[in-house]
């Protein structure tokens, strides 16, 4: 082996390592990670709109 060259096996498996790894370890926590939802798309920040809505619609104000 030249000087200056690392082992060919060990590079090519940590290359593989990271090329399959490193996509699935993001594409996982992608699926697995709960998005936070705003509170103003939770059902406690919607209902208070529909209720508003409903009373300008209905003649409740």
């Known amino acids: 082996m030249p000087p ?3 082992p060919g ?3 090519i498996i940590l290359g593989w390592v990271v090329v399959i790894g490193l996509p699935l370890v993001v594409f996982v926590g992608a699926i ?3 998005e ?3 509170s103003e798309r939770s059902g406690d920040g919607i209902r208070p709109r529909i209720e508003a ?3 300008w619609r209905y003649g409740g104000w």
């Open 4 to 6: 200056g060259t690392a």
């Open 9 to 11: 096996g060990a590079v």
């Open 32 to 34: 697995l990670w709960p």
């Open 36 to 38: 936070r939802t705003p």
């Open 53 to 55: 809505d409903n009373g």
